[in-house]
């Protein structure tokens, strides 16, 4: 018990530095990690203890800043309800897909749930960032305008149509780096957090190919400059898609290295190579369509 009340302290302590190095430049590399001590100050304490510990934390946030601690403590109260969630599967051993499931759809929930508080109070968020987009562009130095699209507004335009697709990729970014770091801290700790299998084991529904097949098709014959609903839809399915037979492949390529019994290195410097080649995304998702629409891993196994 005595234990556990020194890592309360202890995350408590790391809630309230976390949260005021958002007034730092520190902000860039800690804003990522913000949700983590709060997670494992929740995962370690009791629920009372929690609650005690959290609220002290704010108090604390708000005493050394004042005003600017609203603020801070917004950002974190926004951020609380994943730390339940994921903090509650945590307590139950759940499997790690479901946690990350859990924990993706709670960001996209809340995110939504955000914007539409925002409108019924008569606050459009889109159209302030849009605002603040076209604001941006036009105090950036000349050189970088250059380098910009032309048409500026068709640029800002886009930028607003691929919103849903930046929430997608934060809820999924937040998700992943905070069951990283969580999970390999709860372990070290004792608690034995059940991690992901090898990512030569996984493998995406098939009725997603076909979902792939329909948007690609659609993709082609689509005008990606109407303001229509099916273009915008496009323009946020293609990118995720893509993505996630991207990764398929790259599943493939590891356990190709797995069942040859090599080490990693042709999953590795498929990974390199997509990070400097965007283009070969297409090529990469591709491969992971053939690696769910057909049995290349069992014929691949007989042929060993």
């Known amino acids: ?113 955000t914007l539409m508080i925002g409108y019924s109070l008569g606050f459009d968020p889109v159209a302030k960032f849009k605002s603040f987009m076209i604001d941006s562009i036009a105090s950036m130095p000349a050189g970088i305008q250059d380098v910009l699209p032309k048409d500026q507004n068709w640029y800002v335009n886009f930028i607003v149509q691929v919103i849903p697709l930046y929430l997608i990729f934060v809820a999924l970014f937040y998700t992943f780096v905070t069951h990283g770091i969580s999970r390999w801290l709860l372990n070290k700790t004792g608690e034995g957090i059940p991690g992901l299998r090898p990512m030569r084991e996984w493998m995406l529904q098939k009725s997603l190919v076909w979902l792939y097949l329909i948007v690609f098709v659609l993709d082609l014959f689509t005008n990606p400059n109407s303001n229509s609903f099916i273009p915008t839809l496009l323009m946020n399915a293609m990118p995720l898609l893509m993505l996630a037979f991207t990764i398929q492949a790259i599943c493939f390529l590891f356990f190709v290295a797995h069942a040859n019994k090599w080490k990693p290195i042709l999953p590795i410097a498929a990974i390199i190579l997509v990070c400097f080649m965007p283009p070969l995304f297409i090529v990469y998702s591709l491969l992971g369509v053939f690696d769910v629409a057909f049995p290349i891993r069992e014929r691949f196994k007989k042929n060993l």
């Open 1 to 113: 018990m005595g234990n556990r009340n020194w890592q309360s302290i202890i995350w408590s302590a790391v809630t309230i530095v976390s949260l005021l190095s958002l007034m730092t430049p520190f902000i860039i590399f800690t804003f990522s990690f913000l949700i983590i001590p709060v997670l494992m100050l929740y995962v370690k304490s009791s629920t009372k203890r929690f609650v005690v510990s959290y609220v002290v934390s704010l108090l604390v946030v708000y005493l050394l800043t004042q005003w600017h601690g609203i603020s801070l403590i917004s950002v974190s109260l926004f951020f609380l309800p994943p730390v339940l969630v994921m903090g509650n599967l945590y307590k139950r051993k759940a499997a790690a897909r479901s946690v990350l499931t859990a924990g993706i759809i709670t960001f996209l929930a809340e995110s939504l749930i």
